[in-house]
């Protein structure tokens, strides 16, 4: 089994590889959804810990228990190339496919879960009360094509 500078060798591997700056528990949530034994809760633990990677130290305290309803942009203040970069992170490290036209629609965490979800072949959990985070502003589903 080989090893990749960083990663431990409970954690090597081709699915942890793009993970090697991310703490182990991100790492074990990308390794269990690429191999179709994630659930939702992984999912999360997965996208919550790539985000906070890629958004400002200020935004910390919004993701200890983050809300599906948290802007991207105006809460968490993720760029339009940070995101970028959190998608291409997730296309590499679970090998799905993102549609280029739907990243100018993901503008909240529920949203980003949702399409995910949706190319993990996972099913979509219904939004938090209070909220359609789980469709885009015009009421789209985030899976409908």
Do not use: C, N, W
């Not at 997965?46 to 948290?70: I, N, Q, R, T």
């Not at 970028?84 to 100018?104: A, G, K, M, Y």
């Amino acid at each position: 089994m080989s090893t990749h500078e960083g990663i431990t060798p409970d954690h090597s591997g081709p699915e942890a590889y793009p993970l090697r700056r991310y703490p182990a528990e991100v790492r074990r949530a990308g390794a269990r959804l690429k191999r179709g034994r994630g659930d939702h809760h992984t999912l999360r633990t997965f996208l919550v810990g790539v985000l906070a990677h890629h958004a400002p130290v200020e935004a910390g305290p919004l993701l200890e228990k983050p809300k599906d309803s948290l802007r991207l942009r105006q809460d968490l203040g993720i760029d339009s190339l940070s995101l970028i970069e959190v998608v291409f992170l997730v296309e590499e490290s679970l090998r799905v496919s993102v549609p280029p036209e739907s990243l100018r629609q993901l503008e909240t965490i529920g949203q980003v879960m949702g399409l995910v979800a949706s190319e993990l072949r996972l099913p979509i959990p219904k939004a938090e009360k209070g909220g359609s985070s789980l469709f885009f502003a015009d009421g789209k589903d985030v899976v409908a094509g």
